[in-house]
């Protein structure tokens, strides 16, 4: 099989030695984190599957799709509406950014105090290790963040389909106009680049199997609110890490058979972990493949993480968007409607976050809040504050922790996070 | 025979052992050099002593789990137990190590409320007294007495060991008055430590424990500081050995 990749990875034009490299890590790390999970559902080996072929077989199938003529978006943000992608018969991913690498060259482009979701992109880009931003016929940059946005632009001289969405920051009626706005230029630009027309009822099969994406993660949530928790915080991020990448009604099976396997195990009272044990919801910046750090720190210390405040979870995939439209404009606004209510922090004022979080911590019954900051993301640190004061005014315990993709500093957050767990034993 | 029980605190500086009896008495008590091998040094300090069950805290807590298949506790919990013991309305609890720095919230009944720790690096921590002891030519030991009698404070505004060092080597190389950059030093180191109590408790007595406790200019600048009191096991170094004992016997 992997000779066959191998060629597929050349004509990407991936730098093989260090993709090898790079997929060396990436199995180690899975091996250590997942692999070695306890009382994992047995409807986990899909995305065992789906991660060891993450850069192979999912590519393949990519590559096939192009043979056909169909276009590859990548994206780096959930602000970018799949729907649309879709209905112009395009696929979405998700494109790489959680884990460091060609630091040295990235910092040639960078500042070093950016953040290291921002310089993992540009970290794949420039070692060539990516084949989903390879592949891809469009990649779109999305005005959120100031360090994202700024980065857009030398991003803009390292591949040429970079596609730059701007977005508001407050919401307002100018901010809704400014979205729609966008929504339709980005409508125009997919046509253009796979020459189909969206029409009504391909905008409405979209939407439907985006929601059935959706629906399938919300299902898992809340069987997440068990006790015990019937399925990891690892294990949970997972699909919604391979929300991302994966073919769209297959992912929505997938999590359907886990969903099924899950309501049977709390029929039995069967969990990843004991019953009573201390129970986690996880706040702030997204974690995206292979990001796995701080979900391995608080699962191997004594919890379990019940949710995930986050573009990976939550704040990517809560609210469905309205399919009772009946002509393309009619749905449009209603994916404008949907968009326009992810509370990321980049809106100012936020309060919907806060109250989101409240929310949350009730729902998943988490007994406290660790809010994730990657180190110089300022929208999520600067609210992390106001997300600590309002949870502690309503005696729900919160550790703030401020990191990035190394492993330097896992002996002291380890510490940090045993005792936030012992504080809410 | 009575019941024995035993905690052990592994820090980055120094290992110690303490052994309490039922009614939570300290019987026994020892420290060591860390050195290059915790676990050795761990397995002298614990070879001829008796005790029913032992709990280990500090960074090499883990480690010794998995030596002497032991139970483990945090620093952070460890410490805030320890205070208890000595001061058994403390709300606040200060504790400066070899390597890191934290300060503990306590509820009316002991539990952890809250804590802040210092991340990564070793600004503000023993270590960092330790090495700017050293480049003024004092002892460890010795430096806060050689600190308290300073006229004043010269501003040192690095807290970064190494960068706090070269501050330190080009006032030394202008002629000022080492005590006083002594004490300057002593401030800044407080003025960090300062900062974390005060995001965790707003008032009321503190408990300083750590080996960083058992300097007298510390503990000065850090009353003249918060306006608080500070109080002060007799060997701040052992609080977080007997906090572990302590919780040892409280096992279920």
């Known amino acids: ?425 | 025979m009575s019941t024995h029980f035993a905690g052990i605190d592994i820090g980055s500086r120094t290992i110690e052992l303490v052994i309490v009896n039922e009614t939570g008495d300290i019987v026994f008590s020892t420290q060591s050099d860390t050195g290059f091998d915790p676990m050795a040094e761990a397995r002298k300090m614990i070879n001829g002593v008796s005790y029913d069950r032992i709990m280990a805290t500090g960074y090499g807590r883990n480690l010794f789990e998995m030596s002497f298949d032991a139970p483990t506790v945090t620093e952070i919990k460890a410490h805030a137990r320890g205070a208890r013991a000595f001061f058994p309305a403390a709300l606040t609890v200060l504790d400066i190590g070899g390597q890191d720095s934290k300060a503990i919230a306590l509820t009316a009944n002991g539990k952890v409320k809250k804590f802040e720790m210092n991340d990564r690096c070793a600004a503000g921590t023993g270590k960092f007294l330790e090495i700017m002891a050293k480049t003024l030519g004092f002892s460890i030991e010795g430096f806060g007495l050689e600190a308290l009698p300073a006229q004043r404070e010269l501003n040192i505004s690095s807290m970064c060991t190494v960068f706090a060092e070269s501050e330190v080597t080009s006032l030394i190389a202008k002629g000022q008055n080492r005590r006083e950059i002594a004490r300057g030093l002593h401030a800044s180191v407080i003025r960090r430590a300062a900062g974390m109590i005060s995001r965790v408790s707003a008032e009321g007595d503190i408990v300083f424990t750590g080996g960083v406790a058992n300097n007298p200019c510390m503990r000065l600048l850090l009353e003249e500081k918060l306006g608080r009191k500070v109080l002060c096991p007799n060997d701040p170094q052992m609080v977080g050995a007997l906090g572990a004992a302590l919780l040892a016997g409280e096992i279920k």
């Open chain 1, 1 to 425: 099989m992997s000779e066959e990749y191998r060629s597929m990875w050349t004509d990407l034009g991936l730098d093989l030695d260090a993709h090898d490299a790079l997929l060396g890590i990436l199995g180690n790390a899975y091996n250590d984190i997942y692999l070695s999970q306890k009382n994992r559902p047995e409807g986990m080996n899909y995305f065992d599957f789906v991660m060891s072929e993450v850069h192979g077989l999912r590519i393949k199938e990519l590559m096939n799709e192009k043979e056909t003529g169909r276009k590859i978006i990548g994206s780096f943000c959930v602000f970018v509406p799949e729907e649309i992608v879709l209905a112009a018969n395009a696929t979405l991913v998700g494109l790489c950014s959680g884990a460091d690498f060609a630091m040295e060259e990235v910092e040639k482009l960078l500042p070093r105090n950016t953040c290291a979701l921002i310089k993992s992109a540009f970290g794949f880009k420039l070692g060539r290790v990516c084949p989903y931003l390879e592949s891809a016929d469009m990649i779109v940059g999305e005005n959120t963040c100031d360090g994202k946005k700024k980065s857009y632009e030398s991003l803009n001289n390292l591949v040429e389909n970079l596609y730059v969405m701007d977005l508001p920051q407050v919401k307002s009626e100018h901010g809704k106009a400014l979205l729609r706005a966008e929504y339709n230029r980005f409508r125009s630009a997919a046509e253009i680049l796979t020459g189909v027309t969206i029409t009504p009822e391909s905008l409405k099969q979209a939407i439907n199997t985006v929601n059935a994406k959706r629906t399938a993660l919300h299902r898992i949530s809340s069987l997440r609110k068990a006790d015990p928790a019937p399925i990891s915080g690892l294990d949970a991020l997972l699909a919604n890490q391979v929300f991302f990448y994966d073919n769209p009604a297959r992912f929505t099976d997938s999590v359907n058979k886990i969903c099924d396997e899950l309501e049977i195990r709390i029929e039995e009272k069967k969990g990843a972990f004991p019953e009573k044990t201390p129970r986690i919801l996880l706040s702030g910046c997204p974690q995206a493949v292979p990001n796995w750090k701080l979900p391995f720190i608080v699962e191997t210390s004594g919890a379990v993480i019940v949710g995930e405040e986050s573009c990976v979870g939550e704040r990517g995939t809560r609210n469905l968007t309205d399919d009772s439209g009946n002509t393309v404009d009619e749905m449009m606004e209603a994916i404008v409607d949907r968009y326009f209510q992810v509370d990321c922090a980049i809106f100012t004022p936020n309060p919907e976050r806060l109250e989101h979080i409240q929310e949350l911590a009730a729902s998943c019954r988490a007994d406290g809040v660790i809010h994730y900051g990657l180190q110089f993301c300022q929208p999520y640190l600067m609210e992390s504050i106001p997300v600590e004061n309002v949870l502690e005014n309503n005696n729900i315990p919160c550790l703030r922790i401020e990191t990035d993709y190394s492993i330097e500093d896992m002996g002291q957050l380890k510490t940090r996070i045993e005792a936030f767990i012992e504080q809410l034993k």
